[in-house]
């Protein structure tokens, strides 16, 4: 099992910078993947950004050059610079075993809202 408590959202202006940071407990050891992905009002969950243990990392189209992720074994920090209202969102750290779907594991999310 893996738990995932992740800290850092609130409100900010627009072109302002936000940190979020997600820490993961349990059966650490056998995640390979973690990341983020945000749900925004009214639409689908998108992918933010993922790294694995080795430190490859994809993010998505809508924020590369504005976001960066980094890891420190099961930590994970998201740095969010340039945000714009289309930024706002639920934001959720997310963790892969590879073992399957039922090895994916989600945080509660947290809220980042971007006021223009």
């Known amino acids: 099992q893996v738990q995932l408590v992740e800290s850092g959202g609130g409100l900010v202006q627009a072109g302002g910078s936000l940190r979020l940071s997600c820490a993961a407990s349990?059966?650490?050891?056998?995640?390979?993947?973690m990341g983020w992905y945000r749900q925004g009002p009214g639409k689908q969950r998108e992918l933010v950004a993922v790294i694995s243990r080795g430190g490859i990392i994809n993010y998505g189209d809508s924020v590369k050059g504005r976001f960066t992720i980094s890891r420190d074994n099961a930590k994970i920090s998201l740095q969010m610079s340039s945000l714009q209202p289309e930024d706002t969102a639920d934001y959720y750290c997310?963790?892969?075993?590879?073992?399957?779907?039922?090895?994916?594991?989600w945080g509660q999310g947290t809220q980042v809202t971007v006021s223009s």
């Open positions: 997310y963790a892969k075993r590879p073992l399957g779907a039922e090895y994916d594991y």
């Open positions: 349990g059966s650490i050891s056998s995640i390979n993947i």
